[in-house]
């Protein structure tokens, strides 16, 4: 093979990885900082790979997305491509994955974790499932599948099945006080 077409080849797989890392990113943070969608996007993983015939992308190997306050981090991330070459499933696993993103200036960053966190980029729906934890703000939600439609704004907790009343593996939920708020009818 000479030199210019492999040259070529190289270059047209970096930007398609480039590309499909693009549009997984963009189309992830619906409710992220406008200013978010400006920053540039940096990708670091120990190895990448490109299969145009299936349309599938995976990074592996201490995988690290980051793009203005977004930030995951994965042992493997595998991006699908639907027909139309746009991404329309994006998984994330690790021991746990993690990610992060502000998304409100008000407010704190918003962080995630799970052994999968699945993006379905044509429902909109995120899931995360196994020992899956969301927080913010001192509010969390854990639970062993949590899915959260970015959509209609749902999120939908699910715990394991436990007779004994103990917490283990149950949804929890934990409210801060607010200083600002309190419950009707309660009185100091």
Not at 82 to 87: D, H, P
Not at 134 to 157: F, H, P, V, W
């Amino acid at each position: 093979m000479n030199q210019t077409l492999k040259s070529m080849m190289t270059k047209t797989f970096l930007h398609r990885i480039a590309l499909v890392t693009a549009l997984g990113l963009t189309a992830v943070p619906a409710f992220a900082l406008p200013s978010d969608r400006q920053q540039s996007i940096s990708l670091v993983a120990d190895r990448a790979t490109f299969n145009e015939r299936t349309g599938v992308t995976t990074y592996s190997g201490n995988v690290i997305i980051e793009q203005g306050t977004m930030k995951l981090q994965a042992a493997s991330i595998v991006a699908n491509l639907n027909a139309k070459k746009e991404i329309s499933l994006i998984t994330a696993t690790g021991s746990p994955a993690h990610f992060q993103q502000k998304v409100d200036p008000a407010k704190g960053l918003a962080k995630g974790q799970a052994n999968k966190i699945l993006y379905n980029a044509e429902t909109g729906i995120i899931t995360l499932s196994g020992n899956a934890l969301l927080q913010q703000d001192g509010a969390s939600i854990r639970g062993n599948t949590l899915k959260y439609s970015m959509n209609k704004g749902d999120i939908e907790a699910t715990g394991t099945p436990n007779k004994t009343g103990s917490s283990t593996g149950r949804v929890q939920i934990v409210i801060p006080p607010s200083s600002s708020k309190s419950f009707p009818g309660v009185r100091d």
